[in-house]
């Protein structure tokens, strides 16, 4: 199993829809969830951080976790044609084991 | 300017080269890292470091070394440069917890011909 796991998409949506991006993890001891978007060819950019179950809102995105079902979400509300990306799920496990795991992505790209 | 900044961002070299990848930052941050990034394979960790004096290989660092010379530098080597080490190479940074993710220089394209 991987240790983080996202659909690599592409994610099609209208401009002016929601965008669900989702994420699941194996490792229960996990503790800090990242959500960081990449422009082709770009570095990854950090756009959202969530330690605790709920959600975390930050403008038109919000992160949603899960820490009993392993998931982790990122909605952007209102997508727009610059929105269109990749979008790239992190976990930190903590501690004397610290480790920061990346999934592979997922491309969405918001048709004006 | 960039807190963390990678030199060169683009580069071309031949099979069996050396060659040396920097990295320096000003966020003041302790852990400092390399990935490469390939179509497909997402980021993979190569090299981390926690401070000065404790380095650590990740998921694919043969072939591959690094030095960490000052708080603020770590350097990647490729010793004898091959074509598949061909990808997209990117430096980051966090702070001693770790806990608000990582901070990625502007990236380093590498070609091996």
């Known amino acids: 199993q991987k240790e983080v796991e996202q659909n690599s998409g592409p994610l099609s949506v209208p401009e002016g829809a929601i965008a669900s991006l989702n994420c699941t993890y194996s490792?229960?001891?996990?503790?800090?969830f990242f959500w960081y978007r990449q422009y082709s060819g770009k570095s990854p950019e950090l756009i959202m951080s969530i330690y605790s179950n709920g959600d975390q809102e930050d403008g038109r995105f919000t992160a949603q976790l899960n820490k009993a079902s392993q998931y982790v979400s990122l909605l952007i509300r209102d997508s727009q044609p610059s929105d269109s990306a990749t979008y790239l799920c992190?976990?930190?496990?903590?501690?004397?084991?610290?480790?920061?795991?990346f999934g592979k992505g997922t491309l969405l790209t918001v048709n004006p | 300017d960039a807190d963390v900044t990678q030199t060169p961002r683009n580069r071309i070299t031949k099979t069996g080269k050396r060659i040396m990848l920097e990295c320096s930052q000003t966020?003041?941050?302790?852990?400092m890292y390399w990935y490469r990034q390939d179509p497909g394979l997402g980021l993979r960790l190569i090299y981390y470091?926690?401070?000065?004096?404790?380095?650590n290989k990740g998921e694919i660092s043969d072939g591959y070394s690094v030095s960490r010379q000052a708080q603020a530098k770590f350097s990647l080597s490729l010793e004898s440069a091959i074509p598949n080490q061909t990808a997209l190479y990117f430096c980051?940074?966090?702070?001693?917890?770790?806990?608000?993710?990582?901070?990625f220089g502007q990236g380093t394209r590498l070609t091996v011909v």
């Open positions: 980051a940074t966090s702070d001693l917890g770790g806990w608000d993710g990582a901070f």
């Open positions: 992190a976990v930190i496990r903590g501690g004397s084991n610290y480790k920061l795991t």
């Open positions: 490792d229960r001891g996990s503790q800090s």
């Open positions: 470091s926690f401070d000065v004096k404790d380095i």
């Open positions: 966020k003041g941050h302790d852990r």
